[in-house]
């Protein structure tokens, strides 16, 4: 290597001249195993010593410890639920099913009615006749059917 | 996106070596770089309009490092408990290796014996390879004011450095 360069180097390193790079460039010379005797000395002002002023990994555990600490509450917000709240949906879905069988058990109930008999269908007649005349506005209704009905057959006639 | 375990933390040595700098006591220089993480932990809704988060946590260090050192001088604390990290030898032969370890001893305290905007200068410099424009920003001076600094730090070095040759 050309030591002209280097000490014209250190010469304007002296002066606050060198850039970042003319600097690297001194580090890594004076970093290395031989350089000429005159200038050893000057290996000291680049000595490494980065390396020997280090903070050990139990420094990090300590930091994340203290943030964790100051983040948990924020975060984990534990909640007491009762058993009967925890049960909330599964009674819901109870009930659901409990009005759905209801409804469809309503349904299902005029199906089941079916006539076999003549006896099962003059039964139901007689139920419509009390019906008809528990409200008689209903039962009149009927009979203007029958009389409206009657006219219309009537006039086919003319 | 930043976080805190891979953008701040491992930061760390870089903010420990300049509180040591400044502080020049590795107990005080440990306690300003937890100060610091805690500090910047705490801004966190900041870090993403931050346009350097290593400047951002070095102004800090520097700060906290330097509130440091007028507490402890209001305690006249002394610096006996001062740090002595183990020298790196570079020199093969162990004469060599002692007045190695002797010049490398040397330079620190011609280093520390500089007002504290040298010192600091310096160590962000030469130790950090930062740019004038960085140290300016962590320092909150102008470029300018880092390279006069810088001048007089390596002056100053090297009129002492002479003398011990």
Redesign the interface.
Known sequence: MDYKYIEQLMER????ETT?EE??ILRSFF?Q?NIPAEM??L?????????????GDD??A???E??GK?EAPKVVKAREVSLTRRMMPLFKAAAVIAIILTIGGALQAPWDNNWNTPQDYARFQQDLDSVAAVSPIQAENMSDNADSTSILMERPKN | MVSFQTDILPLKNELYRLALRITMNAAEAEDVVQETMMKVWNRRDQWEQIESIEAFCLTICRNLSLDKVRRMDNQTQSLDAAYDPKDQHVASNPEEQAIQSDRIQLVRELINQLPEKQRSCMQLRDMEGKSYKDIATILDITEEQVKVNIFRARQTIREKFKKFL
């Open positions: 390193y002296w002066n606050a970042l600097e690297s970093r195993e050893e000395p290996r000291a002002l680049f000595a490494d010593e980065a390396s020997s002023q280090q903070l420094f990090d300590r930091i994340l203290m943030i100051e």
